[in-house]
């Protein structure tokens, strides 16, 4: 387990000060924190992010080029016509960072949304995913089913509510080919075999997005992924490979406890998984007395200064950056906000 020094922990005190002094005024009440969780993150993080990434990426060009240090290595940058450097997942910083040392804002249950089927007990989203994807959403865990020859996402039994896994995963390539700047992760709960889910994945064009990660290779940057074009990480907590891409969730993450009913239980502690791996699954959502996903319980937790010191105590915990922070009712609170402030802060 990596445990901070005792000056990490010094570090974190002051960090997690700082922040939540500049975050204080975002979180607001019930309201603000959904304006500011989903339609100001759409404003910023998507028409910047995403449809000016594909505007600036295709309509003005983008030329490579190359430059050289003072230790005589070269890098490669990537810049528009006019100079300014592109994106990645929003932010250009990003773009040399590698994948095991980025922030993603992930949701729990994406697929589970009252407007799709849901009934108002299992529902864990207020907006399907296309609108999760447009503002800001990276990650989805996803919890996967074989109904009526065809794989589909249910959120306990399938009668209350299922949408058909290919329509989503075709929602997201739509997303991706028209944002090419953007890297996304797939984390499914998996009922079937991989050879179900390859059949969507040949169906809905996905299979030419996937990233195949090699066991013990160090992880490419996002501006890797995205030269590659290799933009859709794909994992599940049961199956594993083959085929390459389908990788077994536990062999390159781990996680922290889910489900508690009093947000004082959020715990960094082991769950699943090993923490000698490379990639860091937190969960971070309270459920309701009897154990179902609750709307205001996410207007609490997700508002800035919890979600965050939160996110900075398990990445103090772990000496390892959360690359996945999942949420239920994303849009309620400040994911967004605080995974801009993990990704381009210096972190604890």
Same mark, same amino acid.
């Given at each position: 387990m990596r445990r901070p020094s005792p000056l990490a922990r010094g570090v974190l005190l002051s960090s997690l000060s700082l922040a939540l002094a500049c975050g204080s005024d975002d979180s607001g009440d019930g309201a603000d924190e959904v304006d500011t969780g989903s339609t100001d993150e759409t404003e910023t993080g998507t028409d910047t992010g995403s449809t000016d990434e594909t505007e600036t990426g295709t309509d003005t060009g983008s030329t490579d080029e190359t430059e050289t240090d003072s230790t005589g290595e070269t890098e490669s940058t990537e810049e528009t016509d006019t100079g300014e450097a592109l994106p990645c997942n929003g932010h250009p910083q990003l773009c040399d960072r590698p994948l095991d040392e980025v922030v993603f804002a992930a949701t729990h249950n994406s697929h589970a949304v009252t407007s799709e089927g849901f009934s108002a007990f299992n529902a864990n989203q207020g907006f399907p995913v296309p609108n999760q994807l447009e503002d800001g959403v990276r990650a989805f865990l996803l919890d996967t089913y074989f109904e009526d020859d065809s794989v589909v996402?249910?959120? %306990? +039994?399938?009668?209350?509510?299922?949408?058909?896994?290919?329509?989503?995963l075709g929602q997201m390539v739509d997303f991706l080919e028209a944002n090419p700047r953007e890297v996304v992760a797939i984390l499914y709960q998996d009922a079937v075999s991989p050879e179900q889910l390859s059949v969507d994945y040949e169906a809905t064009g996905a299979i030419d997005l996937v990233y195949s990660h090699p066991e013990g290779e160090p992880w490419p940057t996002l501006g890797e992924l995205i030269e590659a074009n290799a933009r859709l990480l794909v994992t599940a907590?049961?199956? %594993? +490979?083959?085929p390459d891409w389908h990788h077994h969730l536990w062999a390159l993450a781990w996680d922290t406890p889910y489900g508690p009913t009093d947000a004082a239980d959020l715990s960094c502690e082991l769950n699943r998984g090993d923490p000698d791996n490379d990639l860091f699954l937190v969960n971070h959502w309270v459920n309701n007395t009897f154990g179902l996903p609750s709307a205001e319980n996410a207007e609490e937790v997700n508002a800035y200064e919890p979600l965050l010191s939160r996110a900075l105590e398990c990445w103090a915990l772990w000496d390892h950056p959360p690359n996945f922070l999942a949420v239920d009712y994303y849009e309620r609170g400040n994911l967004m906000d605080v995974v801009d402030a993990l990704n381009l802060g210096d972190g604890p």
């Amino acid at each position: 387990m990596r445990r901070p020094s005792p000056l990490a922990r010094g570090v974190l005190l002051s960090s997690l000060s700082l922040a939540l002094a500049c975050g204080s005024d975002d979180s607001g009440d019930g309201a603000d924190e959904v304006d500011t969780g989903s339609t100001d993150e759409t404003e910023t993080g998507t028409d910047t992010g995403s449809t000016d990434e594909t505007e600036t990426g295709t309509d003005t060009g983008s030329t490579d080029e190359t430059e050289t240090d003072s230790t005589g290595e070269t890098e490669s940058t990537e810049e528009t016509d006019t100079g300014e450097a592109l994106p990645c997942n929003g932010h250009p910083q990003l773009c040399d960072r590698p994948l095991d040392e980025v922030v993603f804002a992930a949701t729990h249950n994406s697929h589970a949304v009252t407007s799709e089927g849901f009934s108002a007990f299992n529902a864990n989203q207020g907006f399907p995913v296309p609108n999760q994807l447009e503002d800001g959403v990276r990650a989805f865990l996803l919890d996967t089913y074989f109904e009526d020859d065809s794989v589909v996402l249910c959120h %306990g +039994p399938c009668g209350l509510g299922e949408v058909s896994h290919a329509l989503v995963l075709g929602q997201m390539v739509d997303f991706l080919e028209a944002n090419p700047r953007e890297v996304v992760a797939i984390l499914y709960q998996d009922a079937v075999s991989p050879e179900q889910l390859s059949v969507d994945y040949e169906a809905t064009g996905a299979i030419d997005l996937v990233y195949s990660h090699p066991e013990g290779e160090p992880w490419p940057t996002l501006g890797e992924l995205i030269e590659a074009n290799a933009r859709l990480l794909v994992t599940a907590e049961q199956g %594993g +490979p083959p085929p390459d891409w389908h990788h077994h969730l536990w062999a390159l993450a781990w996680d922290t406890p889910y489900g508690p009913t009093d947000a004082a239980d959020l715990s960094c502690e082991l769950n699943r998984g090993d923490p000698d791996n490379d990639l860091f699954l937190v969960n971070h959502w309270v459920n309701n007395t009897f154990g179902l996903p609750s709307a205001e319980n996410a207007e609490e937790v997700n508002a800035y200064e919890p979600l965050l010191s939160r996110a900075l105590e398990c990445w103090a915990l772990w000496d390892h950056p959360p690359n996945f922070l999942a949420v239920d009712y994303y849009e309620r609170g400040n994911l967004m906000d605080v995974v801009d402030a993990l990704n381009l802060g210096d972190g604890p």
